[in-house]
């Protein structure tokens, strides 16, 4: 089975940072990653899929990158609505989410 | 607007049976297929089953093979999950999502319902 592993797991920084996670696949998985951010007491929201297409709606800060194996979530300036978790998703198959990134307030 | 409304969630003993309920409006329903997911308290989400748009393909997790049955009703819009022989460990907030169109990933999620087994 596909493994995804995200990184870092906790995520301290401040209004206006630039933010990265990064997602990797144990398989090749080509384009099809998905990013999710999820509040408390919410279902998780689609940001980005087919790795760095954005969702309808999503603030143009939020962007992803990669393929194959490795990609990128990068938001280019944190606002205070972004504090949450970010989760990955593969979704060619079994369909495994990453562990999630608590991005917290420094 | 979508919208995707979860029900049937509670305390169960291990061993005992829930059917999970899933409201769909805002869209066409019978064009979607869709998914159930459960995050366990503090976890990351964990896909458990999708069905296809007529109900005649299924899949689940290895997990729950054998004991849970997904289906859907398209004239109500609605969709399942018959869970039997519930465990401590499925244990979770249970959500229904709706897959994308073509190749894209899960884009609407409900809010969820809480399924709780412990003795």
């Known amino acids: 089975d596909i493994q995804m592993t995200q990184s870092p797991s906790t995520l301290s920084a401040s209004v206006g940072d630039r933010v990265t996670i990064t997602c990797r696949a144990s398989?090749?998985?080509?384009?099809?990653l998905a990013w999710y951010q999820q509040k408390p007491g919410k279902g998780p929201k689609l940001l980005i899929y087919?790795?760095?297409s954005l969702e309808s709606g999503v603030p143009s800060r939020f962007s992803g990158s990669g393929f194959g194996t490795e990609f990128t979530l990068t938001i280019s300036s944190l606002q205070p609505d972004d504090f949450a978790t970010y989760y990955c998703q593969q979704y060619d198959g079994s369909r495994p989410f990453g562990q999630g990134t608590k991005v917290e307030i420094k | 607007e979508v919208q995707l409304v979860e029900s049937g969630g509670g305390l169960v003993q291990p061993g005992g049976s829930l059917r999970l309920s899933c409201e769909a409006s805002?869209?066409?329903?019978?064009?979607?297929?869709m998914h159930w997911v459960r995050q366990a308290p503090g976890k990351g989400p964990v896909w458990v089953s999708y069905?296809?748009?007529?109900?005649?393909?299924?899949n689940y997790a290895d997990s729950v093979k054998g004991r849970f049955t997904i289906s859907r009703d398209n004239a109500k819009n609605t969709l399942y999950l018959q869970m039997n022989s519930l465990r401590v460990e499925d244990t979770a907030v249970y959500y229904c999502a709706r897959d994308g169109i073509s190749d894209r990933p899960i884009d609407y999620w409900g809010q969820g319902t809480l399924v709780a087994v412990s003795s």
């Open positions: 087919h790795a760095s």
């Open positions: 805002g869209f066409t329903f019978s064009n979607y297929w």
């Open positions: 069905i296809n748009t007529d109900g005649s393909s299924t």
């Open positions: 398989q090749f998985i080509s384009k099809y």
